[in-house]
């Protein structure tokens, strides 16, 4: 697949959802330990996923750790976009990866699992076919550690 091509599969599996105040207060993450959330909150409620700028993403590539389960499934689109379309070495790929790869630890898998459960076929198939894309570039380990995980 191309660019055009997974841009597209993205957009029509993750329909863009309105960020309300209830869906970034989701208590199943770990949100009020992460260290910028009132500049986050303040870009992010009222938005979608589709409204985040690169710039936004960069300056919260490690956001995604801390989401809330709801949160993190309505926003991870953004990042994932930002992959294909910026080929750097930026934070958000690694970000990305570690959200993305299935852990051993107990509490890492419940998180991973709790994510990742909800998610419908199509988003689960276009996370694939973004990490088989990204696994093809200089992200290759990270990418590939996280597409064998559980993809």
Do not use: C
């Not at 863009?16 to 986050?40: C, L």
């Not at 979608?48 to 919260?60: G, I, S, V």
């Amino acid at each position: 697949m191309n660019k055009s091509e997974l841009r597209a599969e993205l957009i029509n599996a993750f329909p863009p959802q309105v960020i309300t105040k209830e869906i970034m207060k989701d208590r199943q993450g770990a949100w009020e330990e992460y260290d910028n959330t009132s500049h986050f909150e303040s870009v992010v409620i009222n938005g979608t996923w589709q409204t985040l700028d690169k710039d936004f993403l960069e300056l919260h590539d490690n956001s995604l750790v801390y989401l809330g389960d709801t949160a993190f499934r309505a926003l991870l689109p953004a990042y994932l976009l930002y992959l294909i379309d910026n080929d750097d070495y930026s934070g958000v790929q690694y970000s990305v990866a570690i959200v993305l790869t299935k852990k051993d630890n107990p509490l890492q898998l419940k998180t991973f699992k709790q994510r990742i459960n909800e998610l419908s076929e199509a988003q689960r198939t276009v996370v694939k076919d973004i990490l088989g894309y990204l696994a093809q570039g200089h992200r290759q380990d990270i990418m590939t550690t996280a597409l064998e995980s559980d993809w």
